[in-house]
T-cell receptor, first 113, second 116 residues
Framework: NAGVTQTPKFQVLKTGQSMTLQCAQD?????MYWYRQDPGMGLRLIYY???????DKGEVPNGYNVSRLNKREFSLRLESAAPSQTSVYFC????????????FGPGTRLTVT | GENVEQHPSTLSVQEGDSAVIKCTYS??????FPWYKQELGKRPQLIID?????GEKKDQRIAVTLNKTAKHFSLHITETQPEDSAVYFC???????????????FGKGTKLTVNP
């Protein structure tokens, strides 16, 4: 099992450019999450998907959109990148929802100049 | 509002000593409290968790205690080793108004350094 995989590992964007971060899990988990991690700020939830076909906003959704493509895949899109979106992005999944262990992907380090 | 406070932000101990990290939460409906360890440049990984119907849980050198009345929970690491050096995050589940689902709110982390 690969667990949770993310692509790309690193990305540099110019302000105003768009991109999609990809996430996939092979553990047959129902729930998937996108977090951003900034120095001294912990992990903040951007969006989550409790089950296939549903998505909901987290703490910091502005400037992002998501798609739960199928049970395995959950993508995060930045439509018009801003320097404030420079961060490390983690995707995670859990079997049955928040009150169960979340398995994290390796992260994507994004820099917006 | 939803808030998880974590203290201290940095902690330095000598190998073999104990380390304690404390968190407080604001939502009385929170019922799940995990702790994650993140080594430098790596992904967070769950090390222990506790649910609201339990006051204490132990796994080898790691233990977590929960005081629901006071809304705080703590991570205890005994006989610390250099490989325990990492950033530790606490979290609390927060119920959401829609669909009966929940989210995790994380503390800002504690950087633990274990000196040989």
């Amino acid at each position: 099992n690969a667990g949770v995989t993310q692509t790309p590992k690193f990305q540099v964007l110019k302000t105003g450019q768009s991109m999609t971060l990809q996430c996939a899990q092979d553990m047959n988990h129902n729930s998937m999450y996108w977090y951003r991690q900034d120095p001294g700020m912990g992990l903040r939830l951007i969006y989550y998907s409790a089950s296939e076909g549903t998505t909901d906003k987290g703490e910091v959704p502005n400037g992002y959109n998501v798609s739960r493509l199928n049970k395995r895949e959950f993508s995060l899109r930045l439509e018009s990148a801003a320097p404030s979106q420079t961060s490390v992005y983690f995707c995670a999944s859990s079997a049955r929802g928040t009150s169960y262990e979340q398995y994290f992907g390796p992260g994507t380090r994004l820099t917006v100049t | 509002g939803e808030n998880v406070e974590q203290h201290p932000s940095t902690l330095s101990v000598q190998e073999g000593d104990s380390a304690v990290i404390k968190c407080t939460y604001s939502d009385s409906a929170s019922n799940y409290f995990p702790w994650y360890k993140q080594e430098l440049g790596k992904r967070p990984q769950l090390i222990i968790d506790i649910r609201s119907n339990v006051g204490e849980k132990k796994d080898q050198r790691i233990a977590v205690t929960l005081n629901k009345t006071a809304k705080h929970f703590s991570l205890h690491i005994t006989e610390t080793q250099p490989e325990d050096s990492a950033v530790y995050f606490c979290a609390a589940s927060i119920p959401l108004t829609q669909g009966g689902s929940e989210k995790l709110v994380f503390g800002k982390g504690t950087k633990l350094t274990v000196n040989p």
